[in-house]
């Protein structure tokens, strides 16, 4: 569910490397295994809550762009453990990258605290709200849908599995954080803001936008000769409620988006040079700048932590996949260097379905009877 898009080709390349002698577990990772019974309970957990599997198919249509499929063609219940092949796939893909990630975690010597699971539940209830609210933005819906939440969507599901899915993000977040050289403790959380703390200060601004890198050299060059920012900003800014305000956007937070770097070389009153940006180009002044208090921003410095260190994080934990030794029960299906295809078995028919033994024989014509009474004498 987290970032595992990339990270599955990796795992698909991995599995080929593992030879044909291949565990009786669904799969193992070295010496680690994942039971077919941890497998099986994972899928129940996920069937069981209607919130949990919507937000898995928003999640996978954002990404692919089509819906999940996560029950087997013809399917009308997830009860009788008919999931289709390729959600299977999918799935213990994750339980494959959660065992690489806590092996990783446990090489470098880490281990997982009180106060990294309640940073991790708080992380991972903001990633589910994330996908909830870009799902309902992108589809013009006029509330998210999913239960609404990410801490509604945790609710849902059993307390194991939701404990489950908590530690290997607190494993997942742990690496973020070591590769951004900081941590997840108070102290480090604490640390990392001071010494960026200017990444975190509330910034007022005033922005003209425009169309084209000529129009923005204009307005730059007609701020140098003394024109007004919130006069040019009338004339020349595409954002017509913003521009009859004299450019003002208001206050927030920029570090981060493509205004970050250069706004926060501002002084209060100071004008930035033409920035490109979603197609446009910014010219943006600085009208004021407050320090907050980190408990006020706190889980905005925790984010911020993750994300400088998630590039390099991904790095290692790819690598780690890539010379791991797994292997796959072929129960399950057969492995490429392209894919990992999972074939659940199709269940077997109720206890009350009898088979006709009359409509399995064949129909003897004259002639193959015959042919048969020859053979026999």
């Known amino acids: 569910m987290k970032r595992l898009v990339v990270l599955l080709v990796?795992?698909?390349?991995?599995?080929?490397?593992?030879?044909?002698?291949?565990?009786?577990?669904?799969?193992?990772?070295?010496?680690?295994?994942i039971s077919r019974q941890a497998l099986d309970s994972d899928l129940s957990a996920i069937a069981s809550s209607s919130d949990y599997t919507c937000f898995l198919n928003e999640e996978h249509d954002l990404t692919t762009g089509k819906s999940l499929p996560f029950l087997g063609a013809g399917t009308a219940s997830a009860k009788g453990g008919v999931?289709?092949?390729t959600f299977v796939d999918d799935w213990l893909?994750?339980?494959?990258?959660d065992q690489v990630t806590a092996r990783l975690v446990a090489r470098q010597g880490m281990r997982v605290t009180s106060s990294d699971l309640a940073v991790a539940k708080t992380t991972l209830a903001g990633r589910i709200t994330d996908v909830l609210e870009v799902y309902a933005r992108d589809n013009e819906l006029s509330t998210e849908g999913c239960g609404g939440s990410g801490q509604a969507v945790l609710s849902s599901l059993p307390k194991s599995f939701a404990a489950e899915q908590t530690l290997a993000e607190a494993d997942e977040d742990l690496l973020d954080a070591?590769?951004?050289r900081s941590g997840l403790s108070a102290g480090a959380?604490?640390?990392?803001?001071?010494?960026?703390?200017?990444?975190?200060?509330k910034d007022c601004l005033d922005v003209i936008?425009?169309?084209?890198?000529?129009?923005?050299?204009?307005?730059?060059?007609?701020?140098?000769?003394?024109?007004?920012?919130?006069?040019?900003?009338?004339?020349?800014?595409?954002?017509?409620?913003?521009a009859a305000d004299g450019g003002s956007v208001g206050c927030g937070?920029?570090?981060?988006?493509?205004?970050?770097?250069?706004?926060?070389?501002?002084?209060?009153?100071?004008?930035t040079s033409p920035i490109s940006g979603d197609g446009y180009y910014w010219v943006a002044k600085l009208t004021s700048r407050t320090e907050v208090s980190l408990s006020a921003v706190r889980s905005t410095v925790v984010t911020a932590i993750l994300h400088a260190g998630e590039d390099a994080a991904d790095a290692e934990l790819t690598a780690a996949l890539k010379s791991s030794k797994i292997g796959v029960d072929p129960r399950y299906g057969t492995s490429s260097p392209h894919s990992l295809t999972l074939v659940v078995p199709a269940p077997s028919p109720p206890s009350g379905a009898e088979i006709s033994t009359s409509a399995n024989l064949p129909t003897l014509t004259a002639a193959s009877s015959s042919t048969l009474t020859a053979a026999s004498s």
Do not use: C, W
């Not at 890198?213 to 060059?221: Q, R, S």
């Open 93 to 97: 893909g994750s339980m494959i990258t």
């Open 209 to 242: 936008v425009d169309q084209s890198a000529a129009t923005a050299d204009k307005v730059e060059a007609a701020l140098a000769k003394g024109v007004s920012f919130a006069q040019e900003a009338k004339v020349a800014s595409l954002t017509q409620e913003s």
């Open 189 to 201: 959380i604490s640390s990392y803001f001071t010494s960026h703390r200017v990444a975190f200060d």
């Open 83 to 85: 999931y289709d092949a």
């Open 253 to 271: 937070y920029v570090e981060g988006t493509f205004l970050g770097t250069a706004v926060g070389k501002l002084a209060v009153g100071q004008v």
């Open 178 to 180: 070591r590769a951004a």
């Open 10 to 33: 990796a795992i698909a390349a991995a599995v080929a490397l593992a030879g044909a002698f291949l565990p009786s577990d669904a799969a193992t990772v070295g010496q680690t295994s």
